[in-house]
C-alpha cells in the first residue's frame, strides 16, 4: 500500500460535516487530550471559534485544527488532531501554515501535552514557561 500524499486530502473551511461523533473520535485517535464526553459542549465550541478548518480524505476526517483569535494581537490554537495513519503525511503541517496564514501579524499560542512537543518545535515554535491556566473542572 502507498503512503497517502497531500493530493489525496481536501482543506475546508468551517464545520459542515464536523459532528460531535467525528470529532470526538479523532480527538480520541490522534490522541488530543480533551473532553469528548458532551455533544453539545463540542458542538458549542466549534460553532463559537473563528476559525475552523479540517482535512478530509473522501469523506473520511483526518485532520482538524481550531482557533479562536482576536484578529489582530493574538490567536489561540485550541485543538490540532490528526488520524494516527496519516500522520507525518503532512497534514499537521497543511493545518498549521493554513491557520498561520489565515492569523497573520498576530501571535499563535498553544496548549501542549508532552505527546507532540516534537511536533511543534520542528515547526519553530519557541516553548514558553511563563503561563498560567485556571482548569474547570466537573463541570457538566
Known amino acids: 500500500m502507498q ?8 482543506l475546508r473551511d468551517g464545520i459542515e460535516g464536523l459532528t460531535p461523533p467525528r470529532i470526538a473520535t ?7 487530550l480533551r473532553q469528548t464526553d458532551s455533544a453539545k459542549k463540542l458542538e458549542q465550541a466549534y460553532e463559537r471559534s473563528q476559525l475552523v478548518l479540517s482535512v478530509w480524505q473522501g469523506e473520511r476526517l ?13 490567536s489561540y490554537l485550541c485543538d490540532l488532531a490528526v488520524e494516527p495513519d496519516v500522520q507525518g ?4 503541517r497543511m493545518l498549521i501554515d493554513e491557520v498561520m496564514e489565515r492569523c497573520k501579524g498576530t501571535e ?7 505527546l507532540s512537543a516534537g ?4 515547526l519553530g515554535f519557541t516553548h514558553v514557561e511563563n503561563g498560567w491556566v485556571w482548569e474547570v473542572k466537573g463541570e457538566g
Open 26 to 32: 479523532l480527538y480520541r485517535r490522534a490522541p488530543l
Open 3 to 10: 503512503p497517502a500524499s497531500q493530493d489525496d486530502f481536501t
Open 89 to 92: 503525511s503532512g497534514i499537521g
Open 62 to 74: 483526518v485532520g482538524v485544527a481550531r482557533v479562536l483569535t482576536d484578529g489582530v494581537q493574538v
Open 119 to 122: 511536533f511543534y518545535e520542528h
Open 108 to 114: 499563535l499560542v498553544l496548549r501542549d501535552s508532552n
